[in-house]
């Protein structure tokens, strides 16, 4: 079993930083692809940055310049430094994970709540 735990999210002013956390435990032999995604109230989930096992990444246009993936790979953990940040980026923020833990399989966080006020 794998599971994913996300932490740092919290109240922050437009314009502040905050710095998202997900780290992933159990059987796990590899991970190849780390996200972040969002889900803001009454919108669908949506993608906001990915990072790959060789570290290259890529980002929602909305986030671009603002945020930052990262990955620390002998913690089995990815980053999501938040900056510049405005009252359209409030959503829970979700980890997601491509996990081989014997079989190869998309694993969820429980989610983290980020709000933006202005």
């Known amino acids: 079993q794998v599971q994913l735990v996300e932490s740092g999210g919290g109240l922050v002013q437009a314009g502040g930083s905050l710095r998202l956390s997900c780290e992933a435990s159990g059987t796990i032999f590899s991970i190849s692809r780390m996200d972040w995604y969002r889900q803001a109230p009454g919108k669908q989930r949506v993608l906001v940055a990915v990072i790959t096992s060789g570290g290259s990444t890529n980002y929602a246009d909305s986030v671009k310049g603002r945020f930052t993936i990262s990955r620390d790979y002998a913690k089995n953990t990815v980053y999501l430094q938040m900056s510049s940040l405005k009252p359209e980026d409030t959503a829970v923020y979700y980890c997601?994970?491509?996990?081989?833990?014997?079989?190869?399989?998309?694993?969820w966080g429980q989610g983290t709540q980020v709000t933006v006020s202005s």
């Open positions: 997601h994970a491509f996990v081989d833990s014997g079989t190869v399989g998309g694993y």
